[in-house]
């Protein structure tokens, strides 16, 4: 059975910065695209950033030059980096992972959640 585990949210005071990290276990053949989702109180779950299977990356604008995302496949894992972190950045995140198992084939795998908040 193939998991999703967050860590490394809290609470940060406005300018501050965390670290997520998200691990992936279980019968993994291989990880294909990792990515970063929030959720705020009362809005939709949006992208903050992905990163391929070769490196490549993608952010919200909102997060640009702020978060980076990074990946080591060899502990079949996914961080995200937040600096200068903002009030509205405030939710729940949760790591994704297009990962091919080795019984059950492809499929789109979510973690918990972790909680970030925001304030002073």
């Known amino acids: 059975q193939v998991q999703l585990v967050e860590s490394g949210g809290g609470l940060v005071q406005p300018g501050g910065s965390l670290r997520l990290s998200c691990a992936a276990s279980?019968?993994?053949?291989?990880?294909?695209?990792m990515g970063w989702y929030r959720q705020a109180p009362g809005k939709q779950r949006e992208l903050v950033a992905t990163?391929?299977?070769?490196?490549?990356?993608n952010y919200a604008n909102s997060v640009k030059d702020r978060f980076t995302i990074s990946r080591d496949d060899s502990k079949k894992s996914a961080y995200l980096q937040m600096n200068s972190l903002k009030p509205e950045d405030t939710a729940v995140y949760y790591c994704?992972?297009?990962?091919?198992?080795?019984?059950?084939?492809?499929?789109?795998?979510w973690g918990q959640g972790t909680q970030v908040t925001v304030s002073s």
């Open positions: 994704n992972a297009d990962i091919q198992s080795v019984w059950s084939g492809r499929g789109a795998y």
């Open positions: 279980g019968m993994i053949a291989w990880i294909n695209d």
């Open positions: 990163i391929s299977k070769n490196g490549a990356t």
